[in-house]
């Protein structure tokens, strides 16, 4: 017999369920992994303990383990070509602390993003890089351009001569000049670290740009966002590095790591190479389409003369609609799941009612919607932000859309539950 607060939590996921299988989910930070993957996710691994490196654990048990975590690696050494790569973190803000401490020292002077031009919080004094005390000078950006001034970055690089540089945003709708800061921090020591957190899934498909070819010292990402696999995080990095990153993951900033989330990653890296073209490129040509209708039915969406977007990312400036956080509350009562988001001119202590919505088509692409499903939409949504329809009215439509689209797309068998409760989950 179930307990009435045991009822009361399953009853919740039942109805959050039903919820997200009638909505169009567009945060750009989340996706759906696929029936494998959870059916890895839901195993005993989940109940285990594999402290430090393979072969040299801390407990015994676990053999099979060390061999999960091998080939987990080797996959990603494969996916990426990056030298080698530490699979343990377990999420990305976890991978970002443990590079900030491979690659530098306390207090060193570092270059990032601020908040407002896409930076995420952990490249900030608020977060990882302020708990490692870094004296933050931020990259110069070009709001224009919605991308980092590439020209401005080097004088600064050059001037500063800082220790370490993080590229790679929460927004980052274009390619970041890596190329052009790898020509600089060569002649000035510093040392480079890509956060590749939002586009994770976009390189793996080989359609963003390559921040290992370029020659970062290390990508850090989580592994949830493009990249369609369970939360965690992940680090791909040079071998010079090795040793400070395995040490900075365990013990530095995980005792224990996920296992079942690591074998999770394991098969979503697999499917990626089977499917990591065709599923980027979908997103790729579903985030442009998105951008240009949207933009037809009189939203003010950002990046226009660069084709709106290159990532699964779109920025629309709501402040004419109501402002970011009262056009996101009405899209959510359409059962239109989106974030407001802070713009680059926006004041960064303005987080409460910022100008613009963040938007991502990776999850959409992944439930198999195409350029077609955009405009219909961009519609949906334009009906809200542009004719200030009422989001009960438009709900009734958006239930009935999404609700053709209940299969995983770009992975081996896509039904919901083809593989879970299977003789893996225990
Ligand atoms: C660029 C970037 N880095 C790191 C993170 C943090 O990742 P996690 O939530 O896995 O800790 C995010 C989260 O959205 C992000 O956008």
């Given amino acids: 017999m179930e307990s009435e607060e045991i009822k009361f939590i399953r009853n919740k996921i039942r109805e959050h369920h039903n919820w997200f299988d009638s909505s169009l989910p567009m945060i750009a930070s989340e996706n759906v992994s696929s029936p494998l993957t959870r059916e890895a996710t839901a195993s005993d691994l989940s109940h285990r303990y594999a402290e430090g490196d393979p072969g040299k654990r801390f407990y015994e048990g676990c053999k099979y383990l060390d061999e999960i975590e091998l080939k987990t690696q080797e996959l990603a050494v494969e996916v990426f070509g ?71 970055m080097c004088e600064m690089i050059k001037e500063l001569e800082p220790e370490l540089i993080i590229l790679g945003a929460s927004v980052i709708p274009f390619p970041h000049p890596v190329k052009e800061a ?124 660069k084709g709106y977007t290159k990532s ?26 989106a974030n407001k988001n802070i713009l680059p001119w926006d004041d960064v202590n303005n987080t409460e009612e910022p100008s613009g919505i963040r938007l991502g088509v990776q999850e959409l692409t992944r439930i198999g919607m195409k350029e077609t499903d955009m405009s219909v939409v961009a519609e949906l949504m334009s009906r809200i932000i542009v004719e200030g329809e009422k989001p009960e009215k438009v709900k009734e439509d958006v239930e009935e859309f999404s609700g053709k689209f209940n299969e995983v797309h770009y992975c081996y068998d896509g039904r919901l539950g083809a593989y879970e409760f299977s003789e893996l989950q225990r």
């Fill in 82 to 152: 990056s030298e080698t790569a530490d699979v343990r973190p377990i999420s990305g803000v976890l991978a970002n602390y443990a590079a900030f401490d491979a690659l530098a020292d306390y207090g060193d002077t570092v270059m990032s993003l601020s908040v407002p031009s896409g930076g995420h919080i952990s490249h900030s004094k608020f977060s990882a890089a302020g708990l490692m005390g870094f004296d933050i000078h931020e990259i110069p950006f070009d709001d224009d351009n919605l991308n980092i001034d590439s020209e401005e």
């Fill in 182 to 305: 790898r020509e600089v921090a060569d002649e000035t020591g510093t040392r480079i670290m890509y956060d590749a957190a939002h586009v994770l899934g976009l390189i793996a498909g080989n359609r963003f740009q390559d921040p290992v070819a370029d020659g970062v010292d290390a990508v850090t990402a989580s592994t949830h966002k493009t990249f369609p696999g369970p939360q965690g995080g992940i680090i791909l990095h040079k071998n010079q590095f090795d040793k400070d990153i395995r040490r900075a993951v365990f013990p530095g900033t995980t005792s224990n790591h996920h296992l079942h989330h690591m074998a999770g990653l394991g098969i979503t890296l697999a499917e990626m190479k089977e499917f990591g073209e065709d599923y980027a490129n979908q997103i790729i040509k579903n985030a442009k389409k998105l951008g240009k209708e949207l933009y037809k039915q009189g939203c003010d969406v950002l990046g226009r003369e």
């Fill in 312 to 337: 699964h990312q779109l920025l629309v400036d709501v402040s004419e609609n109501g402002g970011g956080a009262t056009v996101a509350k009405k899209l959510e009562n359409a059962n239109i799941i």
